[in-house]
């Protein structure tokens, strides 16, 4: 496999090679935020479908059991799960908060690359596809999204950086929680 890069062109430097390399971290971005966009809706369908049940409960203890301790008991346990359930809802709302981030990127990427592919004077420069990529990466606010860029700039294959970038997802929870 070749090492020229738009960083250190060599006479195998090629602007198709880049436009690929371009292209395969927009689909790997894709695959990335999909998943993690399923997950969270997974994640928020679960957490209201048992919220609702949860109120359920409550109701039906409140009608059936008024002013007694257990009752109150019960309550307080159903609300405790309650909030336990929003916070499971909000960890996948910031989830998709990521998901329209790391999307949002991805337009911004290939419209970027659309505008050097067509522009003839620019496009057989490996600088100003050097210049494309460090303001691609410049943008980037998410450490996996650094990651991901590295990765495909290195030349690994998109299930590859898939591989790597789940392993790491799930070991740096970078999620706030309230």
Known sequence: ??????????????????????????????????????????????????????????EQYVKHNTGTEASKDTILEQCDAISAEMQHAIIAFQFYDKLTQRLTHVSQTLDSLSDLVGDGHRLYD??????????????????AEHAMFDMVMQGMTIEQILATASSTEHDQNDIELF
Do not use: C, H
């Open 1 to 58: 496999m070749t090492t020229s890069t738009s960083k250190s062109p060599d006479l195998d430097w090629s602007q198709v090679r880049e436009t690929i390399r371009m292209m395969n971290l927009a689909v790997a971005q894709i695959e990335m935020s999909m998943r993690e966009g399923e997950d969270s809706v997974g994640t928020l369908t679960a957490a209201f479908s048992q919220m609702m049940e949860n109120v359920s409960l409550i």
């Open 126 to 143: 490996p600088r100003q596809w050097a210049m494309l990529q460090e303001q691609i990466k410049s943008k980037y606010t998410m450490p």
